[in-house]
T-cell receptor
Framework: GQNIDQPTEMTATEGAIVQINCTYQ??????LFWYQQHAGEAPTFLSY????GLEEKGRFSSFLSRSKGYSYLLLKELQMKDSASYLC???????????FGTGTRLLVSP | DTEVTQTPKHLVMGMTNKKSLKCEQH?????MYWYKQKAKKPPELMFV???????INESVPSRFSPECPNSSLLNLHLHALQPEDSALYLC??????????????FGSGTQLSVL
């Protein structure tokens, strides 16, 4: 089966840096996605990692370590609009199935 | 056009009603998905269509019936639903080269309430 763990909730201050962790256990591994979801809205794609290392995209970066079953999403220069849920989603092999973690609700305060 | 459009945005139905959710995309994507999301929970995959053929059915009850009339449209027919089926129903699409393991484009969802 697949098991994905993320912290339920995090708080941070505008302008700060926050790291949202995701640990996973899957039968095989076929890539890891991060999605952002504002309350009442659809998830939107942030990043995709399939190889170890850091992928940087503007204020957002995502890191993957396949040997440790671990990823993080790093958000820099936080803005109020970054208040949202951040979903880690992992694909295992053989089932063509992408499983979402429970998501981390991030609250950015002034 | 990078949008996935879902209608209606909100739907209230009784347990004996028959209704349909609709989803449309014009990005030329060949894979389309239905997800169910309960409040404060992650999206759960229900169905995947790849090149207009049903490729994944995640053991969804038969009161949910998907249909893919063409490569741009995806429907979800609802019949005899239960109150526990109340949720946000999300449609998504992707290019279809590596079904499921691709960037998903989500619609804004239909918030369904079953009374």
């Amino acid at each position: 089966g697949q098991n994905i763990d993320q912290p339920t909730e995090m708080t941070a201050t505008e302008g700060a840096i926050v790291q949202i962790n995701c640990t996973y256990q899957t039968s095989g591994f076929n890539g890891l996605f991060w999605y952002q979801q504002h309350a009442g809205e659809a998830p939107t794609f942030l990043s995709y990692n399939v190889l170890d290392g850091l992928e940087e995209k503007g204020r957002f970066s995502s890191f993957l370590s396949r040997s440790k079953g671990y990823s993080y999403l790093l958000l820099k220069e936080l803005q109020m609009k970054d208040s949202a849920s951040y979903l880690c989603a992992v694909g295992g092999t053989g089932f063509q199935k992408l499983v979402f973690g429970t998501g981390t609700r991030l609250l950015v305060s002034p | 056009d990078t949008e996935v459009t879902q209608t209606p945005k909100h739907l209230v139905m009784g347990m004996t009603n028959k209704k349909s959710l609709k989803c449309e995309q014009h990005m030329g994507h060949r894979a389309m998905y239905w997800y169910k999301q309960k409040a404060k929970k992650p999206p759960e995959l229900m169905f995947v269509y790849s090149y207009e053929k049903l490729s994944i059915n995640e053991s969804v009850p038969s009161r949910f019936s998907p249909e893919c009339p063409n490569s741009s449209l995806l429907n979800l027919h609802l019949h005899a639903l239960q109150p526990e089926d109340s949720a946000l129903y999300l449609c998504a699409s992707s290019q279809g080269v590596e079904v499921v393991m691709e960037k998903l484009f989500f619609g804004s969802g239909t918030q369904l309430s079953v009374l």
